[in-house]
């Protein structure tokens, strides 16, 4: 048996973005790499193929210093390859088959995780029009998961026209979702698909905005999830379901606990 990753996978860990392709992987057979550390950590790492942790005498003398731009404030180094592989130098960020392809956004990177696997459903393999339907879904996401990243980011100093955006965004995807798990099993259908993966890995992150009640109250917010089991009780009890599934616990370990107590 190949036990040459096919896919290897370079972020600060953990990562939810990167538990969706480890969950695609589990379903699907495929062999994925992870390495990275700490997000605090991986502005000491180059950024590259082989990416690596550098000690202070290399980064004191590398022409690979960058600025960060989203979510990290200082200085990173990133190699002229990993940026060519990567045009927008953001992790999750995959490098996949022998030609280490570079490919990017976790949405993407679930996606050729699923190519690469042998299940006919979680993609839609056999059909295209289904296919598609996953990737409808998984904008969606992506459009929810920009506007989170947003508000997690400044959750500690929001201002009003943040909070209103995100709770905008968050009505938005969960009434879709809503609607789509009123009329079937799964979102995207009858079949578990990356749709479902997509959706519980983005939102378990999501949910964590509850744990900044505090803060959110000294700034005049609630946390905009709290009547969710009221408003959008199909979506939460999907999410709670899968992540009860084997594939999904053992790589989300315990990150939920908090909120199912
Ligand atoms: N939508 C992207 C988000 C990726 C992203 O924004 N990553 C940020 C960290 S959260 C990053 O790598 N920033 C690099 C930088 O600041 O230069 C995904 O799902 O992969």
């Known amino acids: 048996m190949n036990m040459s990753p096919q896919i290897r996978i370079f972020s600060y860990l953990p990562n939810p973005r990167v538990w969706k392709s480890l969950i695609t992987a589990k379903f699907a057979g495929v062999n994925v790499e992870v390495t990275g550390d700490k997000p605090k950590n ?24 960058r600025k960060g731009k989203r979510g990290f404030s200082g200085v990173l180094y990133k190699t002229d390859e990993f940026l060519e592989a990567h045009p927008f130098g953001t992790v999750p960020a995959a490098f996949v ?3 280490k392809t570079g490919v990017f956004e976790s949405n993407s990177i679930m996606r050729s995780v699923a190519r690469l696997g042998n299940s006919d459903t979680l993609y839609g393999q056999n059909d295209p029009s289904i296919s598609s339907r996953i990737d409808s879904f998984l904008d969606a996401n992506l459009v929810f998961s920009r506007e989170h990243q ?8 929001l201002n009003k026209y943040t909070y209103e955006r995100m709770k905008a965004a968050y009505d938005f995807y969960l009434d879709g979702i809503e ?30 905005e509850g744990k900044y ?37 053992s790589v989300m370990g315990s990150y939920l606990d908090w909120y199912k107590k």
């Not at 550098?54 to 003398?61: F, H, L, P, T």
């Not at 789509?180 to 983005?202: E, P």
């Open 42 to 65: 991986l502005s000491n790492w180059l950024w590259d193929y082989d990416a690596r942790a550098m000690s202070e005498e290399e980064k004191s003398v590398s022409s690979y210093v």
């Open 97 to 99: 088959g022998n030609n």
């Open 150 to 157: 947003v508000y997690i980011l400044s959750i500690e100093s």
């Open 179 to 208: 609607s789509a798990l009123s009329k079937s099993n799964y979102i995207s259908g009858n079949d578990l698909t990356l749709a479902d993966i997509s959706f519980v890995c983005d939102f378990a992150q999501f949910l964590r």
């Open 213 to 249: 009640q505090e803060p959110l109250k000294n700034q005049g917010f609630n946390i905009i999830s709290q009547d969710i089991k009221e408003t959008h009780p199909k979506s939460i009890n999907h999410l709670l379901n899968l992540s009860e599934l084997d594939e999904f616990s």
